[in-house]
């Protein structure tokens, strides 16, 4: 899932997970780009880093810059503190000038409460003895050739 803008001659596109939840890490991509790539007179990187924050209500919970990397994506990773709605303001620059500015709202879910799910340990008990049980029951239907069978045969 993404967030995208086209505005002032560049496509936004913010990349995130699809489900945000509170207390899971989440993923944030920043890319920018010419909106017509074909005709733009931009040459090579459009921006150096992004400056991101995150806020809740006026309530500042992330500022930061991400610098842009020669190789991979520029992003970071996040765990949010609470569900609700949260800010984010994306401000991409080149050499320090501001190249173009965004912001849009993220829902963040519930987080997710572990006690609620099955038990890894117990998973894998009950896993292990529904294959051993689907084994037996293969072997006792499956024909196996007898030797006594196999001896008449050959003495004919």
């Not at 967030?3 to 489900?19: A, C, L, N, R, T």
């Not at 509170?22 to 150096?48: E, K, M, N």
């Not at 800010?87 to 080149?94: F, H, L, M, N, V």
Request: aromatic share 12%; proline share 4%.
């Amino acid at each position: 899932i993404s967030y995208e803008e086209s505005k002032g001659g560049y496509k936004i596109d913010i990349g995130h997970d699809q489900f945000v939840s509170a207390d899971q890490p989440s993923r944030f991509d920043f890319l920018l780009y010419p909106t017509d790539i074909a005709t733009s007179s931009v040459q090579g990187d459009i921006f150096s880093d992004v400056w991101v924050t995150i806020t809740q209500d006026k309530k500042l919970f992330f500022a930061g810059g991400i610098a842009k990397p020669s190789f991979g994506s520029t992003g970071f990773t996040y765990v949010f503190p609470k569900e609700g709605t949260y800010t984010i303001s994306a401000r991409y620059e080149k050499n320090g000038d501001t190249v173009i500015t965004t912001e849009f709202p993220l829902q963040v879910l519930k987080a997710v409460d572990a006690s609620q799910g099955i038990n890894p340990v117990i998973l894998y008990v009950l896993l292990s003895f529904a294959g051993l049980i689907i084994g037996m029951a293969i072997g006792l239907f499956i024909p196996r050739k007898s030797k006594v069978k196999e001896e008449t045969k050959d003495n004919k």
